[in-house]
Nanobody, 122 residues
Framework: QVSLVESGGGLVQAGGSLRLSCAASGRAFSSYAVGWFRQAPGKEREFVAAINQSGSTYYADSVKGRFTISRDNAKNTLYLQMNSLKPEDPAVYHC????????????????WGQGTQVTVSS
């Protein structure tokens, strides 16, 4: 069992940056592949980025080159550095964990956080 709590969301101007954090508690965080998803009002939840246990990463095309996912297993924390934020990036951002070595871009994750709101002003 893993509990995930996101933080770091807020209001930022277009072109600005935010860093999201996801604190994990429970079973060894290092044994999970973890990722970030986002959901805007009226839209389906969509994949943003993921990182597996060995540090391999994968990004959605819409954020590639702007967002960076990383993890600190010693701190049981997942991060998402978001740069050059655009008007299409606002959403509730959720972190998720799955008991597998494989990164997937679908919603097939075992544990989810409640999310943190990101708002971008133009």
């Amino acid at each position: 069992q893993v509990s995930l709590v996101e933080s770091g969301g807020g209001l930022v101007q277009a072109g600005g940056s935010l860093r999201l954090s996801c604190a994990a508690s429970g079973r060894a965080f290092s044994s999970y592949a973890v990722g970030w998803f986002r959901q805007a009002p009226g839209k389906e939840r969509e994949f943003v980025a993921a990182i597996n246990q060995s540090g391999s990463t994968y990004y959605a095309d819409s954020v590639k080159g702007r967002f960076t996912i990383s993890r600190d297993n010693a701190k049981n924390t997942l991060y998402l550095q978001m740069n050059s934020l655009k008007p299409e990036d606002p959403a509730v951002y959720h972190c998720a964990a799955r008991s597998s070595v494989f990164i997937v871009t679908t919603l097939r994750y075992d544990y989810w956080g409640q999310g943190t709101q990101v708002t971008v002003s133009s």
